[in-house]
Every structure is written in structure tokens, then in C-alpha cells.
């Protein structure tokens, strides 16, 4: 029994994942990544990627499994009431967790680039009020508001890249493979970490209406933000080249740099819509999937009543999570990343390993019994 | 046509007693002087009273069409006597009326009501005083191309205006009556085959379920069907140009057309059908198009513009190119208020003064745009009290909401300007996307009779896109 | 007037949204009314166009060009504004300290108004400045949030501060004519991002405009005058070495593939007078090769030039002539490159022409291993120099003009 009564189609969601994905990977992964990888950082999301497909493959695994079910709901059959409630447990207290660490990072970047005597508390909360009044009104408008976001991302976006075309010096890209393959192997961590979000399909699935088509639209959205990951590691290499690590945010530093007839200069501005739009969709949805998760595991049947005081835990949350911004860089960086993973790529897979032993248990069963 | 009342008390039939009957209808009206009792003897001796309201008939034609061939010679030797006899008077606008509240609903439609002694019902007979305005140009739709006419106020004028533009039987125009005291006829129009049964239901049902006082104009009828009660959006179009209504009748909306009001309401509609002028379909494609893109252009620009200025200088001013920025400053030198207190103070004189010129009389309303263009544009910029870039901004939001084809949606956009403002004045640009973000929020949730307001864009829909971005022949499919 | 009624069973999820909204709408009012935090109006910004670095007895000098909004807006006022302009749209603010932090800070100290950097676009460092070091400065440019990265370097042997003193008669600052001149390429256009790229590169050497103060016309105040482009500042590591001045810096650019404007004599041989050339347009490319051990640099210069004065008596339209110009010019240019190679690579030892990154970009891996001897390596790298002159266009003559009774020899 879903707690929301809303629908969406199967574009909506692959468009939804999008911003969930990017929204915080455009600004520090260029950075992160070169960390690791130096020259070779634009072939990490490719390998993070892989995450993401087997991400993806486990989700609609699960679903086709155990239809018109979130993986909360489908953890107490595959592995029992007891253990099942255990999982989704460990989901109720990561998830504010990782909703919180999104929203500090958030309120750390604007305060640090656009609002800096503006405390806060008022850049998190207003944002976390918005996201409440859009979870609040169902995963129809959830749907609805990231396509228009994504759209206007996407155009803002390309406008950057446009803007920065006079600027870039291709031969940065060599030399490729200055250490061989494995840095660029170590770089895609952080990648794979955001990779592994798309098990928030696991979750999105029941809500999809068309279902047969799912399978190909997801892939479209890996894609995507595979590519627009490659091209804004390839972006902030060819403007910022060695220098991309020593920067926080080198896309940010990348629209500040834009400079067209002295007139178009300093749109960094750009970058800050682009991030507090995707941002918001990004809260949403991890509000919207704590909500219904929480909603699930305590059996209520409508979700609704829940948002608001968990939106509040969330904010509380982004408080207990860090204390300043270089922690927030650095739970993102090591710690961060592997919780993540854990939580978002071992877990599923646990899960859907334990579903897929059951299923040929009793297949062996049946075939036992006739 | 069944009449409807939202009176019960009256649901007792006529008699076959004239007097009886007479004395109902007089009770009800009592001591109206406009109501005329008229009693005499028919040519073949039959005792008849004609009830009429003497505002709303055309007496003459009474006299004429009814009273004179019944006195009549000729009218007196048709031996069959009773009601049947009526068909013999040369008037085509007949209608039998059974019940006391039939009557009194036909007596104030402005027909004469006619009844016979010994008959239990009686004959209505249409005799309008045609008091209306001739079919002028649409005032506040005006196109350089395309039909000239607009809706008047009589309802029957509007309807044969749009019968006109659709020949066929599939164009159906059923009419009901809404309003406790105005009993106003409102007309409910779409063309079978093209619209969606399921919406004539749901149309029928709210239109069943809506229950007020009066109707005076269409907005009593839209604030009532609307499905968002707080939006400041519209959820129906208002418009006076039957070719609008032709053409979204042919996309499958319906219409509501309601006498009284040259306005007529068209719905579902989206928000792009907020920004389309009927004269997008009636022009060249390329021209209609880059219009159609700089008025969506400009629709942000008018929401946004003021907000805008506000935050980028006072909170980034490093987005303002150099030399901008040094003769904003310079310009801003002498100001005594903040930038956001400015904006105010200028837009709301800006809209004081459109809202004065609206009511003032023609002549009246030259005079005050040029002391509004003095004060505002000349000497509060030498007195040192607005900068120069701000009357330059209010201006071009100005333009920029007179854009909107739709006067309604034009409004939304003024009233929506003000709190991007404020917001953008405390937090900057953040502000700003944080306005912008409710406000899609909001759009997204709204819906128009079912349909979702920010349909086809979101959710996409490649062909319904197609017409927003281009702009498909509004009959030509 | 008259209201619209609507049944219980539908005014409830109305009103309850209607309350929610109103909830939301307090909230967001409270959350705002507490206070415009960042808001800063133009009126309170000392908006600054230029800075300067010098130094004082190893203290940091640091010197802020600001715009004065007043004095700019006399035109609207109507009355001496030619006197107005005399006095400058600017003024210096210069503040010391141990770093170039504190100095900003005590910069603020001296300003009534908030400081703003977010449009200071050229930044001058004095090359007294420069010898000790620019890491600090570039640390600090890249780091503090309004400077931008896309601001102009400049690099001058007198006093920074004295630099931004001044009112150029032509722009409206001095900032704006070192940023124009920047726009122009008349030296390297250097960015604080392209700063920090070329010394934190492999090649750990950068090159820098060097501006100097033009000397007022008589009559005029000190102030009144202009910087002009003279020669470069060489920085190896993060200090500046040397100053190179025509005709030196010609060749720095050529190899720098930053020459832009200039116009060059040529002398002919056996031939009175010379031909000048204008550049039109010139590549130069590094080509790197490593074998058996051996690195050597091929250097390939593309020039394409127009010829703007003919002073010799033979025609430009003469091919004979034209090949003997072309080879003039290529042997002139070969010169100047070699001249700078030899102070690149004899004298400074400092590889400011980015070898280090062509070869780390095609040898990868060699590039590794010999990192550490890099500095001998290129001492003794073998460079050869091609250059290719093509003259595209005599100009709108033909023959040499003016020379006294040519009409009537043919």
C-alpha cells in the first residue's frame, strides 16, 4: 500500500534523477575527482558510471521481483518482518543524515559565494520550507517542478560552456594516462558515490506509470548525467588545468572567469541558480523519499502529515552533521563517500542477492514438491 | 429551453381558474409598477389576461403582433376556441408555460405571458425591447488583423455571433440560470466530438453544485468553477472576441457564455493560453512567432525585472559590468532610500497611476499621464528622490506586463512582482530563485478543470510544445 | 455583495490549504523581516578599479584605486564639468601591513565606505614587490571571494601606488587604460588565473607586462598622464629576475606567441633605406623530440606581415624584391627568437616559454623520469628556430613613392 496516490511517468522520473544526481556533482567533483585522478579526471564518471548501471539493474531487479513496491516494503517478504524492519531502520537514520549533509552543503556554498553575513539558518530554512510545500503537494508536482528545473539547468548550463568556448585551451586534455589507469580508477569514487543515489529509484518505482519503459529512460538519464559530469570535468580541465584541485568549486570559478565584451562578466550568479534549483529538487526528493519511508515503516497511510517535522529533523540534522565547511569537504570526500556507497550500493545489493536466493528457493521447492 | 430557478416555492402549476391565476402572479409581484395586468375579451369571447413587464417588452410590437389580431374580426370567427387558437398569431417565439414559476421566470425574460380562461397553462410570447449596444470592436482585445466584432451585453446577440462562425449541428449551446436574484441565463457551449465527455460532466455537475446570489459579470461564474480558490492565477480565459471562442471551441475547451457581460469564459486553459494573442494565428508564422517568444520573454521581465535590479545592486554588485555599475552609483549617489524601498515607492506609484488612468474619463486621463510622466520620470530624478536606471526598470516592467495579451494574467503579473521584490531585497538572488521556486511549486499544483495549468510543458508533451513554442494554426487541424 | 457559497464537504481541504499557506507565509516573514543581512546599497560601497602592491621596508604597500561616484556626476548638474574632470573621477587609498591581508584590512580602516574588489580588474605589482616573492599575493587574489580571477597583471619598476595615482586624461581611470591596453595584447595579457597557472606549471616561470608612468605634458599637473606599455618583467619561480626591453621583448613574445602589434623595420641588403613591416598574424608552435636520450625543441614561427613603409628605391611588386623582404624579415625574426632563447636558456635558465609542458603533454612518461634534472636538461636542449615570413600585402602602393621625378622615368 503506497502512501501517495500520485503518479508519474517514466520520463518524469528519469528527468527527477537528474537533478538529484548533478545538482551537487557539478560544483565539487571536478575538484574531487582531480584529486585522485590529476590529467585523466574526465574518464572517472565513465568508470562511477558502472555504479550507477548496477545501481539501476538492482532497483528494477527488485521491483520486477516484488511489483508496485518500495524497497522498504519489499525488504519485510524477502527478509522476513523482523530483519526487514532492521533495513528500513538503517534507511530512517541515514536518510536524514544524507538529507541534511545536502542541505548544509547547500547553505555552506551560498553563504560562502553569495550571502555571507546572512546566517545560516535563514538560507536553510527558507529552502527547506520550499522543498516541505513541494513535497508536501505529492510526487505528481515533485515530477512536474524538476522537469521545468532541468530544463532551465540544462539551458543555463549550456549557456556557461558557451560563454567559456573562447577560453578553454584543449591541449590540457594530454597528457592522458600520465600514471596509467589506476588514478583515474580512484577518481571515480566520488563519482560512484553520487552514481549510487539512482537507488533512489528503488524507492521512485511503485509511483511510475508506465513501467515498461523505465529500463531504457533510466539508462537515458545515466547518460546524461554521465555526460554532463564528463563535460564539466573536461570544462573546468581545459580553463582552470592543473589548478581545478586547488579550487573548491571550479565550475563556480569557471563562470566567474566568463568574460564577453565587457559586458557579460562574473555570471557566477548562473551557477548559483543552477545549484539552488537543482538543490531543490535534490532536498526534495530525499525529503519526499524519507517522508514515504518513514510513513511505510510506521504504516500510516498517508505520508503527508509526516513532511513537515521530518523537513524540520532534516534541518536540525544538517547541524549535528558537520560542524564547518571543511568538515563538510572532508565527510564528502573520504568517510562520506564510502557511508554513501554502503548505504546506497551494498545494502540494495545485499537485498536484492537475499531476493534472488529465496526466488530460486522456492522455485527448488515447487520443483521439490511436484 | 427549460428555465431553472433557485426559487422551489413557486413549483405549484398553473390553474385552469383566470382569476386564480391572476391572483398568484399578483401576490408575487406585488406593488411592482412595471408589471402590467391586462385583461380583455378575445375576438372569439374568450376572457384573457396578458401579464408583461412594461421595461423589458417591447410594446409596440405587443400591441401590434399580439393584442390587435386577437381583438380582431378574423381572430373572431375561428370557432375553436381554447389555446390552440394561439398558434394563429403571426409570432415564432412561443413557448408554453405550465407552472407559476415558468411564469414569472418568462415575465421577467421580458416575454408576454398569455392566459386564457379555462386553461391550465399558458403561452409566453418573446417581445424584447432591444436596449443593446450594436456589435462594436472588442475594446480590450484589439488585433490589427483578424474579425472586428466583439460580445455585447444581450446574450442572444453573442450566441448567433458565434453561431455564425460554426455551421454546424455538433456546436451545442445549452443554457442554464444562475443566481438567486438575477436569474442570469448563462450559456454553456462546446462542440460534440471534439471535446472530452468526461469534462462536459464535470462542467455540468460544478455548474449544478454552484450556488450564489447574483451573476453580474462572468468572474462570478469563473471565482465559482475555478478549482484553486487562493491562485492569483486565472484558471479560465476571459474573453469578448467570438473568433477566440470559435477557435478553442475547435481545440476542444468549452465555452461559458453569460448574458449580461460582453466576457465570456473559455476553459481549461494553461498558462501559455494566458500569453497567446488570436492574432498569433492570424499572421505570418515567423512574425507571430518571434512576437510570441518576446512577449514570454517579456512576461518574465515583468515579474522578475525590479526584483532583479534590487539584488544585483545591493547584494552582487560585482555582476554589474564596470562601467555599469560606476554610473548606477553614480546615479545612486544622491538617493536618500535603499534600493528596494526605491523600487517600491516607484512601482507603486507606477501602478497608482495606471489604475487612475484606467478610471478616469478619456479626457481627464491624457492629463494625468503627463503630470505621472513629469513627476515620475523628470522631476523626481532631479530632485534627487529616484535614480535615473530605476524609472528606467519601472518603465520597462510596465511595458512589459502590458504585453500580456491577457489583461487578467497581466494583472497576476503586477500583484506577483511585489513579493519577488521584497524577497529579492532580503536574500539577493537567492531570494529571487527562492520566489521563482514557489512560484513553480505553485503552477505546478494548479489545474484548470482537470487540466494541469503548466500543461504541455511540464508534463512534456512534444506536440502540445509545438504550438507554445510555435504556433499551429489555430483551425487548420 | 453577493458571495459564492460552496458546500461544506468542499470548503474544508480548502481551508486547510488556505491555512498551511498562511502558516508557510508567517515563517517566510519571519525568517525575512529578521533582517537584510547581506544588503549592501551602492551609496555604501567604496567600489575599488585598481590595485596596487609595493613594498616598505618589507612591509606589504597595498594601494586601492576607488571610484568616486560624486565628482563623475556633474554632467547632470550642468556646471564646470571640464574642471570636474580635471580632478579625477578617482582617488588613491594606500594602507601597510605585514601581509598583504592585513594591509587590506587596515585599507578599510582608511575608507568610509564598505570596500569593494569585485570590479577591481587590473592589479599592479611593483617589481620591488615582485622580487620578493608573489605567492602570497597570488594565494590571497585566489582566494578571497570578490577578487576576481579574471583581473590583469601588470608589473612596473616604479611605485605601483604612483601607477594608480594617476588620471589619464583619455579614460575615466587609470585602471580602465591598463586594462585597455591589456585588450590591445601591446604585451602579454596576463590574468591572475594565467599568473598562477604559468608558476604553479611545470615551467615555474611567468611573463608580465611592464607598465610605465608617461611623462605629463607641460603645463599639466604630475598626475595628469597615462601608463605605457615598455618591455617585460621575467618572473622565474615567483620572483621577478630581469626586465627586458625592446628589441629583447620582441623576441620573448614571438616564442611566447603573444606578439601582436608591431611594426618592424627591415633593412635590405645593398639597399638604401628599408622596408617596415606590420605584423598581421603570427604562430608560433613548439614542437618537442626526444631521441636517443637527446630533447631537443623545433620551433616553428608562422609570420604574415604587410608592408606599411618602402624607403628603398625598388618596388615592393618586384617578387625579386618581395622574397628578398620576406627574407630579410624571417632572418630579423630568427634573430630576435634566438637572442630570446639564448636569455632563456643561458642566462636565466628559466624555461618561460613552457618547453617543460609540451614535453610533459607528448612524453608522459619520460617527462617523469627526467623531471628532476629538468633544469639541465633545458640549459642544454637543443632548440632549433624556423621561422616562415610571408608578405601578404604591399599596402595601397606599388612602386616606392616619393621619390623626386619617378613619374617621368617611365
Partial sequence: MLTDKGRISEVQLAILLLPTVLATSILSVPSMTMHYAGHDMWLSPIWGSFIGLIVIGISLGIHRLYPNKTIIQSSLQIIGWFPGKLFGLAYLIYLPHLTGLIIREYGEFIVTNALPRTPLFVVMGTMVIVCTLNVRLGIEVVGRTSQIFVTIITALLLLTFLLLIKELRPQELLPVFEDGMLPSMLGSIPPAAWFSEYIVIAFLLPYVNHKRQVGKAMIGSLLFTTMTMIVTNLVCLFLLGDLTDSFTFPMLIAARYITIADFLQHIEAVIVAVWIFGIFVKISVFLYIFSTTTAEWFGLNDYKPVVAPLAFLCLAYSYWVVSSHPDVAKLLSVSGNLYTLMLLFCFPALLYVCALVRKLWNERMKGGAT | ?477 | MTTCKRSERESFPVRSRWKTAFQALTLFSFLLLAGCWDRIEVNDLAIILATGIDTKDDQVELTAQIFIPRKAGSGSGGSGSSEASQSGVTMIRTAVGSNVAEAMNRLQRKVSRNVFWGHCEVIVISEQASKQGLRQYLDFFLRYTQIREHAYVFSTDQKARDMLALLPPLERSSAESLREMSNLKLGTRVTVLNLAQSIEGPSRSAVLSRMLILKPASGQSTYTSDPYVRGLSLIKEDRYVKTVTEPMSVGVLMLLNQLNYIIMPVEIEGNEGNVSIRLISMKTTLTPAISNNEWSMKIKVDAKGEVVLNTTSKSIADPQMNTMVEQQWKEKLTGLAKDALMLSQKQLKTDFFGFSGQFRRHYPRKWKAQKRNWDEIFENMKVEVRVDTLITSSGKSTYPQGVPGQGVQY
Avoid at chain 2, 472530452?196 to 465559482?224: C, F, M, N, T, W
Avoid at chain 2, 525590479?306 to 545592486?313: D, G, K
Avoid at chain 2, 479626457?363 to 513627476?375: D, E, F, P, T
Avoid at chain 2, 535615473?388 to 503579473?413: D, E, K, N, Q, W
Wanted: charged fraction near 20%; proline fraction near 5%.
Fill in chain 2, 1 to 477: 429551453m427549460a428555465l431553472q430557478t433557485e426559487k422551489t416555492q413557486y413549483k405549484e402549476k398553473l390553474t385552469s381558474s383566470l382569476d386564480n391565476n391572476r391572483e398568484v402572479l399578483q401576490e408575487v409581484f406585488g406593488e411592482n409598477t412595471d408589471i402590467i395586468f391586462h385583461r380583455f375579451l378575445t375576438g372569439n369571447h374568450l376572457s384573457a389576461l396578458c401579464v408583461y413587464c412594461s421595461s423589458l417588452c417591447d410594446t409596440e410590437r405587443l400591441e401590434k403582433q399580439l393584442l390587435s389580431p386577437m381583438l380582431d374580426g378574423s381572430f373572431a370567427a375561428r370557432s375553436d376556441a381554447g389555446i390552440e387558437s394561439f398558434t394563429f398569431v403571426p409570432m415564432s417565439s412561443i413557448q408554453t408555460v405550465c407552472t407559476i414559476n415558468e411564469a414569472i421566470l418568462a415575465i421577467l425574460n421580458g416575454q408576454a405571458l398569455l392566459l386564457l380562461e379555462d386553461q391550465p397553462m399558458g403561452r409566453a410570447y418573446s417581445l424584447p425591447k432591444t436596449a443593446s449596444r450594436a456589435v462594436e470592436e472588442p475594446s480590450a482585445e484589439s488585433t490589427v488583423r483578424g474579425p472586428r466584432e466583439g460580445f455585447t451585453e444581450n446574450l442572444s446577440i453573442n450566441l448567433s455571433l458565434l453561431r455564425k462562425r460554426m455551421k454546424t449541428p455538433s456546436l451545442k449551446l445549452i443554457t442554464t440560470t444562475k443566481g438567486q436574484y438575477t436569474n442570469t441565463e448563462i450559456v454553456l457551449a462546446y462542440v460534440e466530438g471534439i471535446i472530452d465527455p468526461a469534462l462536459i460532466k464535470e462542467v455540468q455537475s460544478r455548474l449544478r453544485k454552484l450556488k450564489l446570489e447574483g451573476v453580474l459579470e462572468s468572474h462570478y461564474i469563473e471565482k465559482g468553477l475555478a478549482d484553486e480558490q487562493f491562485s492569483p492565477f486565472p484558471q479560465m480565459l476571459a474573453t469578448e472576441r467570438p473568433d477566440v471562442v470559435a477557435a478553442n471551441l475547435l481545440e476542444g475547451r468549452f465555452a461559458l457564455l453569460i448574458d449580461g457581460t460582453p466576457f465570456s469564459l473559455i476553459a481549461p486553459v494553461s498558462i501559455f493560453s494566458m500569453l497567446q494573442s488570436p492574432e498569433d494565428y492570424y499572421e505570418n508564422k515567423y512574425m507571430s512567432l518571434s512576437v510570441r517568444w518576446m512577449r514570454y520573454f517579456f512576461a518574465v521581465i515583468s515579474i522578475m525585472l525590479p526584483s532583479a535590479y534590487v539584488a544585483i545592486t545591493t547584494f552582487h554588485q560585482e555582476m554589474i559590468p564596470t562601467v555599469l555599475l560606476l554610473s548606477i552609483s553614480r546615479a545612486r549617489e544622491e538617493i536618500p532610500f535603499p534600493a528596494l524601498v526605491e523600487a517600491m515607492i516607484m512601482e507603486v506609484s507606477f501602478e497608482a497611476l495606471r489604475e487612475a488612468g484606467v478610471r478616469l474619463p478619456k479626457q481627464v486621463g491624457a492629463a494625468v499621464s503627463i503630470v505621472g510622466a513629469l513627476i515620475i520620470g523628470q522631476a523626481a530624478t532631479s530632485a534627487g528622490i529616484v535614480s535615473a536606471p530605476m524609472v528606467i526598470i519601472v518603465a520597462l516592467t510596465g511595458i512589459a506586463s502590458f504585453m500580456i495579451p491577457r489583461y487578467a494574467a497581466g494583472i497576476v503579473t503586477r500583484l506577483l512582482r511585489f513579493p519577488i521584490m521584497i524577497l529579492g531585497g532580503t536574500l539577493g538572488l537567492v531570494g529571487m530563485m527562492l520566489g521563482v521556486i514557489v512560484l513553480v511549486i505553485h503552477l505546478s499544483s494548479l489545474r484548470s478543470f482537470g487540466t494541469l495549468y503548466l500543461s504541455p510543458a511540464a508534463p512534456t508533451s512534444a506536440k502540445g510544445l509545438k504550438d507554445v513554442r510555435w504556433c499551429r494554426g489555430g483551425t487548420s487541424e
